[in-house]
């Protein structure tokens, strides 16, 4: 299993932006397919974006398709979750992710790998 450690989480107002960061010191993100995740007060964990480790992105939500991007620097080995008009029910932990098998996917199932997570709140 990798350690994966998220950060940029915080509070922010409505409409705002924040970026999350995913870092696996010592390990190379770039062989991965990685996901980010939220999960709300009384939900359950949902797939949110994925990417894989030839830089395809994939989507799995429609309520924030146009606002939330996912990128990889592999030179300095992060992922990152680019969050732009955020909005309340966007209030979650967001948990970053490395998939087992190398490909992206919206099930946990798949991940065999999960950061701390980031607290991410939408207040005004």
């Known amino acids: 299993q990798l350690q994966l450690v998220e950060s940029g989480g915080g509070l922010v107002q409505p409409g705002g932006s924040l970026t999350l960061s995913c870092a696996a010191p010592?390990?190379?993100?770039?062989?991965?397919?990685i996901g980010w995740f939220r999960q709300a007060p009384g939900k359950e964990r949902e797939g949110v974006i994925c990417?894989?480790?030839?830089?395809?992105?994939?989507n799995y939500l429609d309520s924030v398709k146009g606002r939330f991007t996912i990128s990889r620097d592999n030179a300095k080995n992060m992922v990152y979750l680019q969050m732009n008009s955020l909005k309340p029910e966007d209030t979650a932990v967001y948990y970053c992710?490395?998939?087992?098998?190398?490909?992206?996917?919206?099930?946990?199932?798949?991940?065999?790998?999960w950061g701390q997570g980031a607290q991410v709140t939408v207040s005004s």
């Open positions: 992710a490395a998939a087992t098998n190398y490909y992206c996917s919206n099930y946990v199932s798949d991940f065999g790998s």
């Open positions: 990417i894989n480790n030839s830089g395809g992105r994939t």
């Open positions: 010592g390990v190379r993100l770039d062989y991965y397919a």
